[in-house]
T-cell receptor, first 108, second 115 residues
Framework: DAKTTQPTSMDCAEGRAANLPCNHS???????VYWYRQIHSQGPQYIIHGLKNNETNEMASLIITEDRKSSTLILPHATLRDTAVYYCIVFTGNQFYFGTGTSLTVIP | DTAVSQTPKYLVTQMGNDKSIKCEQNLGHDTMYWYKQDSKKFLKIMFS???????INETVPNRFSPKSPDKAHLNLHINSLELGDSAVYFCASSQVGGLIQETQYFGPGTRLLVL
């Protein structure tokens, strides 16, 4: 079962930052938080992952709270092509469990 | 070049038929996976293979059988197809896999429709 909870849907204006929250209150000390997204009719695409420290790459930033019970994925300047379902995942046991994700709609 | 590729992209077939879906990765990864995404969009792992050996086998009907001729390929054979098998099937790979948490890279998916 997924160890994460996310809002079902969110909207974001084009050009603004999209902040997608995730709760993972039962995360263990050595479990990473991964973010993937799935654009309609495509395979899941890796975005970013982290353990304790905040992370940034060319796609997004990941902010993890100090107690590691929640995190936020930030898309700094959302574009229409960022419209997708975003999955926050904790590697549980020996596999990924994908929850229901957040459906992000970027509005022109 | 596509890192993880699947064929066919679409597959429409009759109930009771036997079909195969092929997956290839050119990333040099040791572990490959099959996931099923149903009509409600839930994505669940079915199998995981590490260096041609099965390491994860979730509760999947034995009509589904993965076959790995080499570590770059993991094919999915489905016997006696049923209506409920209609879904999108995704192949994925990761560098090491097994019990190690690491990034997985997904293929484009195969859309299976059983009539």
């Amino acid at each position: 079962d997924a160890k994460t909870t996310q809002p079902t849907s969110m909207d974001c204006a084009e050009g603004r930052a999209a902040n997608l929250p995730c709760n993972h209150s039962t995360i263990s000390g050595n479990e990473y938080v991964y973010w993937y997204r799935q654009i309609h009719s495509q395979g899941p695409q890796y975005i970013i992952h982290g353990l304790k420290n905040n992370e940034t790459n060319e796609m997004a930033s990941l902010i993890i709270t100090e107690d590691r019970k929640s995190s936020t994925l930030i898309l700094p300047h959302a574009t229409l092509r960022d419209t997708a379902v975003y999955y926050c995942i904790v590697f549980t046991g020996n596999q990924f469990y994908f929850g229901t994700g957040t459906s992000l709609t970027v509005i022109p | 070049d596509t890192a993880v590729s699947q064929t066919p992209k679409y597959l429409v077939t009759q109930m009771g038929n036997d079909k195969s879906i092929k997956c290839e990765q050119n990333l040099g990864h040791d572990t490959m996976y099959w996931y099923k995404q149903d009509s409600k969009k839930f994505l669940k792992i079915m199998f995981s293979y590490n260096n041609k050996e099965l390491i994860i086998n979730e509760t999947v009907p034995n009509r589904f059988s993965p076959k790995s001729p080499d570590k770059a390929h993991l094919n999915l054979h489905i016997n006696s197809l049923e209506l409920g098998d209609s879904a999108v099937y995704f192949c994925a790979s990761s560098q090491v896999g097994g019990l190690i948490q690491e990034t997985q890279y997904f293929g484009p998916g195969t859309r299976l429709l059983v009539l």
